[in-house]
């Protein structure tokens, strides 16, 4: 099994930045493509971000490209999401995902999810 742990939300004004962790353990062998997604109430999950296994690719959603910067240390086992200019739009649970697909952009690719952590935008 594989266990996803996120870290580092919590509530910031707009502007400001804010850098997501993600530590993966157990049979992370198994893991290729890591992502973020996330959730704001009444709304479904959608994909943020995504990474390959060797990090060299790297994908974004629309509304994030620019501002947000996905990246992987494997030999930390450590998924990062770097969050730059935030806006109360981006206000959200946060879930790190990893997936046996080179890529994963959309939530039936995802294997495993983390807990999620809270991010609030607002002045």
């Known amino acids: 099994q594989v266990q996803l742990v996120e870290s580092g939300g919590g509530l910031v004004q707009p502007g400001v930045s804010l850098r997501l962790s993600c530590v993966v353990s157990?049979?992370?062998?198994?893991?290729?493509?890591m992502a973020w997604f996330r959730q704001a109430p009444g709304k479904e999950r959608e994909f943020v971000a995504t990474?390959?296994?060797?990090?060299?690719?790297?994908s974004y959603a629309d509304s994030v490209k620019g501002r947000f910067t996905i990246s992987r240390d494997n030999a930390k086992n450590t998924v990062y999401l770097q969050m730059n200019s935030l806006k109360p739009e981006d206000t959200a649970v946060y879930y790190c995902?990893?997936?046996?697909?080179?890529?994963?952009?959309?939530?039936?690719?995802?294997?495993?999810w983390g807990q999620g952590t809270q991010v609030t935008v607002s002045s």
């Open positions: 995902a990893g997936s046996s697909e080179v890529v994963v952009t959309i939530t039936q690719r995802v294997d495993y």
């Open positions: 990474v390959t296994r060797s990090g060299n690719s790297k």
């Open positions: 157990g049979r992370t062998s198994s893991m290729y493509a």
